[in-house]
């Protein structure tokens, strides 16, 4: 029976999954990632990457993810391509977690990594799919270097969304703050800073409606909430900043998390409230929501795990 226990289950396949498999096969737990229904996370999604280290020329997002599993499955990892649908989690030191997934497989761990990652929240039009990646994107720290000298618009109204503002506007020739409200939810500080950069317009009462490009985003098409009116703008890019939505619901009402949906880490390393449940990467993380950021908690929690099995 023990010999069918693992030492470490990792649930999720981006960076911070594959980050702590590397270092959990180092270690010689064999651990086991269950991929999810994206394998390889967010980065999947993404054409160029040039902001993570140890690639001067830059990387497809894909690729990046592929290097990522060949390297811990060099070093041992187990890779299941399925989804966890349930998890049942010992409250005990030293207990045993069980978790299932959705082709029926039942497993029993000393440790689990939760790395489930954080979704991006869109608007639901169609065009946000048809030019993901051509034009539009959830991230201006990760894609705001490719609209260098051009015009953009941000979508959203709180934090999140004045934050990418003005990052945008150190690099892009104009950006337009579009608020669907009158106001502004972001923080004061926040607002004041969007309100005094010469190149962000901000449209209150406006919403994006729509894009239109031949392959790229070329226009927007924006409503006026005000006067019912619906106009035109010319941008080449579209950053949705409404927030994002950790990929948690798996452990709610069992794991701490904040108001949003965030697990609660423990001090500064990757403990949950359940010993031998560690968190790592964006399902724990609202404020970098970086893909290095991601990998370094990764190797955080494998090395928490480590120490964990070995002081049982």
């Known amino acids: ?24 096969a180092r270690a010689e737990m064999h651990p086991t990632i269950i991929t999810g229904m994206q394998p390889g996370g967010q980065l999947t999604t993404t054409t160029d990457v040039e902001n993570f280290p140890g690639y001067p020329e830059g990387i497809m997002g894909p690729d990046l993810m592929n290097d990522l599993q060949k390297q811990a499955e060099r070093f041992g990892t187990k890779i299941i391509y399925d989804f966890v649908t349930e998890v049942n989690l010992d409250k005990n030191h030293g207990g045993i977690h069980e978790i299932k997934t959705n082709n029926g497989e039942v497993f029993k761990t000393k440790t689990i990594i ?10 639901g039009l169609d ?43 150190k690099l892009c020739k104009k950006v ?99 010993p031998g449940v560690f968190a790592a990467g964006d399902v724990q993380d609202a404020i970098y929501r970086q893909a290095i950021s991601a990998a370094g908690s990764g190797c955080m929690a494998a090395l928490d795990a480590e120490r964990y099995i070995a002081e049982l």
């Open 1 to 24: 029976m023990e010999k069918d226990i693992h030492n470490v289950i990792i649930i999720g396949s981006g960076p911070a999954g594959y980050t702590a498999a590397i270092y959990a």
């Open 176 to 274: 337009y703050l579009l608020v669907r409200r009158d106001e502004m939810r972001a923080s004061k500080v926040m607002q004041d800073r969007v309100l005094n950069t010469d190149n962000i317009e901000v449209l209150f009462n406006h919403e994006l409606k729509g894009l239109e490009g031949e392959k790229v985003v070329e226009k927007a098409h924006i409503f006026s909430n005000k006067t019912q009116e619906e106009s035109v703008i010319e941008v080449d890019g579209v950053f949705i900043a409404i927030g994002h939505k950790p990929n948690t619901e798996l452990f709610k009402d069992v794991i701490d998390m904040d108001k949003v949906g965030y697990i609660i880490t423990k001090g500064k390393g990757t403990h949950t409230n359940i």
């Open 114 to 123: 939760i790395s489930t990652g954080a979704s991006a929240k869109y608007l």
């Open 127 to 169: 065009d946000e799919k048809k030019y993901a990646g051509s034009g539009v994107s959830a991230c201006a720290t990760c894609d705001g270097f490719f609209y260098r000298g051009k015009d953009v618009a941000v979508i959203g109204g709180g934090d999140t969304a004045a934050e990418e503002a003005t990052y945008l506007a």
